[in-house]
């Protein structure tokens, strides 16, 4: 369900190579993690989805995949397994995973192995039904950062930091009620211009969704805010930016936001059958309180 094959580390040299496989399931997704870079190497492989729906190859078609340099020599057929259904892998004499070179093995000798005894011992083993967990309850959160100890990140938040004089840490430095607030410092040098970031994953998929919260900008300040879903690659949702004092969404300014002052933000969408492509953002400045 959660995919065939996962990749779950991004690194910067060649982070392994697949080729000469057969890959058959039934429904669910090829590829779990990300796939497009350069730094893993696939070719002269064989995929199937049994359902028989298209392959989604990181939001690609098998043509527009192998033309970005992916799995030269592979192909997308019907691997004419004998009976996959009774798990019999054996394959056909006309199977094209021959005419890609795949070297049939005798897949019967696969587990355990040994003496009589010991494989009647393993023959005896029943295994219960698989049963997967079900998904988290949807997240609702209201943090004001009162109980987060200073210097510290907000504890529910994923965080990203770099530590070349980035931060992002509970301060009482100033707050817009109670006593702390979340600073967020920027630093020259970092390797993402999206740093320091963080995120909360609140699992929500229909109804409507509302985020709100209190922002104090400085004169130079770049933020950006986004919603995004789980799919790879992701689809980006309601999402602005405030830069040099202009709030804008898309190419489009919306307004000014004052600097060093409190403004309150809400941003809502309905989502799952209730979503019709739009979302809406109210701003409340300090003379409007």
């Given at each position: 369900?959660?995919g065939?094959?996962?990749r779950?580390?991004?690194?910067?040299?060649?982070?392994?190579?697949?080729?000469?496989?057969?890959v058959?399931?039934s429904g669910?997704?090829?590829?779990?993690?990300?796939?497009?870079?350069?730094?893993?190497?696939?070719?002269?492989?064989?995929?199937?989805?049994?359902?028989t729906?298209?392959?989604d190859?990181?939001?690609?078609?098998?043509?527009q995949?192998?033309?970005?340099?992916?799995?030269?020599?592979?192909?997308?057929?019907?691997?004419?397994?004998l009976?996959?259904?009774?798990?019999?892998?054996?394959?056909e004499?006309?199977?094209?995973?021959?005419r890609l070179?795949?070297?049939?093995?005798d897949?019967?000798?696969a587990g355990v192995?040994?003496?009589?005894a010991?494989?009647?011992l393993?023959?005896?083993?029943?295994?219960?039904?698989?049963?997967?967990?079900?998904?988290?309850?949807?997240?609702s959160?209201?943090?004001?950062?009162?109980?987060?100890?200073v210097?510290?990140?907000?504890?529910?938040a994923?965080?990203?930091v770099?530590n070349?004089?980035?931060?992002?840490?509970?301060t009482?430095?100033?707050?817009?009620?109670g006593?702390?607030?979340?600073?967020?410092?920027?630093?020259?040098?970092?390797?993402?211009?999206?740093?320091p970031?963080?995120?909360?994953?609140?699992?929500?998929?229909?109804g409507?969704?509302?985020?709100?919260?209190?922002?104090r900008?400085?004169?130079?300040?770049?933020?950006?805010?986004?919603w995004?879903?789980e799919?790879?690659?992701?689809?980006?949702?309601?999402?602005?930016?405030?830069?040099?004092?202009?709030?804008?969404?898309g190419d489009?300014?919306?307004?000014?936001?004052?600097?060093?002052?409190?403004?309150?933000?809400?941003?809502?969408?309905?989502?799952?059958?209730?979503?019709?492509?739009?979302?809406?953002l109210?701003?409340?400045?300090?003379?409007?309180?």
């Open positions: 369900m959660d065939q094959l996962q779950s580390r991004v690194e910067d040299h060649l982070s392994f190579t697949f080729e000469n496989n057969l058959y399931w669910g997704k090829l590829l779990s993690g990300l796939w497009k870079d350069v730094n893993v190497k696939l070719g002269k492989n064989l995929y199937w989805d049994a359902s729906k298209p392959i190859f990181q939001g690609m078609n098998f043509s995949w192998q033309r970005a340099g992916k799995d030269v020599g592979s192909v997308v057929a019907n691997p004419e397994f009976a996959a259904e009774g798990f019999d892998f054996r394959l004499k006309d199977s094209p995973a021959f070179g795949f070297k049939p093995f897949f019967s000798k192995y040994g003496d009589s010991w494989i009647k393993a023959r005896r083993l029943q295994y219960p039904p698989v049963e997967f967990a079900p998904e988290p309850p949807p997240l959160l209201r943090e004001d950062f009162e109980t987060t100890p210097g510290k990140p907000p504890a529910e994923h965080i990203s770099e070349k004089g980035d931060s992002l840490a509970v009482e430095e100033i707050a817009a009620s006593k702390r607030s979340l600073k967020i410092i920027d630093s020259p040098g970092l390797q993402h211009r999206f740093n970031h963080f995120y909360y994953t609140p699992r929500h998929r229909e409507v969704t509302r985020c709100a919260f209190d922002i900008v400085e004169e130079a300040t770049e933020m950006f805010q986004e995004r879903d799919a790879s690659p992701y689809r980006v949702g309601p999402s602005f930016s405030i830069k040099n004092g202009k709030l804008s969404s489009q300014e919306l307004m000014t936001i004052p600097v060093n002052q409190w403004v309150h933000v809400e941003v809502s969408a309905a989502l799952g059958a209730n979503n019709r492509g739009t979302w809406n109210s701003v409340t400045l300090p003379s409007q309180r």
